[in-house]
């Protein structure tokens, strides 16, 4: 599902018009993302959590030559569904 047909079903679910759905997701994209730069937690329950994890920097290989290379530290979004999600 992409964002176009994710508003769409939105719309249609909450019984709202498209324009309204579109801010309301923008909406709730825009707070993630803020609350996710500064390194926050976003806990849906019954869908899932997000938060910001410090990934190390470490060996990898390049799989065509096969030479080591080094991996920089970076941070990166995990996210872990709640255990009924899929019920």
């Known amino acids: 599902m992409n964002k176009i047909e994710l508003i769409a079903a939105v719309a249609e679910e909450a019984g709202m018009t498209k324009v309204d759905a579109r801010k309301a997701i923008d909406a709730v994209l825009e707070v993630s993302k803020k609350e ?52």
């Open 36 to 87: 996710l730069k500064k390194g926050g937690k976003i806990a849906l329950v019954g869908f899932g959590t997000m938060g910001v994890i410090n990934r190390p920097a470490r060996q990898g290989r390049n799989p065509r030559t096969g030479k080591t290379i080094k991996i920089a530290a970076k941070k990166v979004v995990r996210f872990k569904p709640a255990a009924n999600i899929l019920k």
